[in-house]
């Protein structure tokens, strides 16, 4: 059944409430019952014993003492609260009868030998009658009293009693079902405003929030998380156009470059040094694109979820050493020297992934390090850890740049107007490769006196 919640939330309550106003009609007639029977029993009790005073029981039989309590007047009216009374011998024979009675007489159950009550019908209208023996005092039977009084007036009580019951129980139960069922549509409301705003957000106006209820109650919570959910996406967003866009432009300069060098060699014929100059250019521009488009394939291919850290032991010194050789032309050209500890010391990481991250952080401390300087590198062991100090005496940064210097295509103003080469992509890609393989990164930076990178990799 595809009910909705407001009326799931009813129906259950219509069920749970059916069951216990049932239970309580239930029990409200029984005590009516119980309280009505019981006064009529009273009565018959009470009758019964004013009977027993104008009995006197000898041995073998009993006799009349006061004949004037016949003669009452309940016993003689038929009208109003007449009280029937019969007394029979062992066998059934009456012995006296209530005037009330005339020619009819009261039933009598042959087999009660014992006091007993019970429902029966006296002149075709209901009646509560008690049967009880008249015992001699060795305890045996000389006889029966028998006592009737109407049982209309009460059995029409019940009976009202019972039609009442009946007929509000569907009552009762269709007035809850349609108050749960407006009070659960109330409180969903806010809800159906929830999914009314959701529905119009699109990827175009993101910024739309959700307006919290007034009461911070369960809604307000689902409000507030969707609404930092939103957050959350736009902030992806902005940041996916930025990055589409910092992209785009970080090629276009290059290309344009390029697009003009080559531009300028057709427009006329030139010496063979000219073109031998120009080309060299333009395959520097080639080499520029290339290399940004490789950054880019392995920011997408971690975005991606595609790369998958394989972790093996290896010699840390040799590796950073393999770097070293591989930028070898960058640091002779500036003169700049390096230091590394003589110790061998091995980690557990991806062996390619961590030349990548070697290979961008030497890299950086070679471009912001001033000429004829010297890059310290520190291989230092401490329990489970091995930190890798690359230690440069550059141009540094302050503190508020070292905090973004893991964004993408971020550059210090520094490092753009000194012309060094860079996308600013670099440290981007080496923050998500050591965090695959949980190599932990510090900086200590000081502007115009250098920069400490440590890697902390797992022994
Ligand atoms: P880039 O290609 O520009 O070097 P990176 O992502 O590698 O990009 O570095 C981001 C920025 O961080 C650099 O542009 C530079 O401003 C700063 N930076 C990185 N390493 C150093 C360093 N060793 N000394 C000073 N500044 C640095």
Known sequence: MNFSLRNRIAFFYLITTAVLVGLLFALIFSVVHNTVYNHLDGDL???????????????????????FEWGEKEHNQVEVNPTFVQVVSKDGKIIKKSGNLFVHKLEFNPNVKTKKYFDTNLLGSPTRQLQMPILNPNGNVLGYLIIAIPLEESALVLADLRNV???????????????????????????????????????????????????KDEIYNLASKINDLLNRLEDAVIREKQFTSDASHQLRTPLTVLKGTLGVLIRKPREIPYYEEKIKESIKEVDRISHLVDQLLLLARHESGKIEPVISRFNLREKVLSNIERLFEQMKNKNIGFDISEKNIYVSADSELTDIILENILSNSIKYSHQDCKININLVETNGTVDCIIQDNGIGMTDEQVEKIFDRFYRTDESREAQIEGSGLGLAIVKKLSEIQQIKINIESKKDSGTSFHLIFNS
């Open 165 to 215: 019951l009946i007929i509000s129980f569907p009552i009762v139960l269709l007035i809850l079902f349609f108050t749960t069922r407006y009070i659960a549509g109330k409180s969903i409301s806010p809800i159906k405003k929830v999914i009314s705003v959701t529905e119009k957000i699109t990827r175009e106006n993101l910024n739309e929030r959700i307006e919290l209820p007034v009461h």
């Open 45 to 67: 009790d009470a009758e019964a014993s004013e009977v027993f005073k104008s009995i006197v029981v000898l041995n073998d039989s009993f006799i009349f003492a006061n004949p």
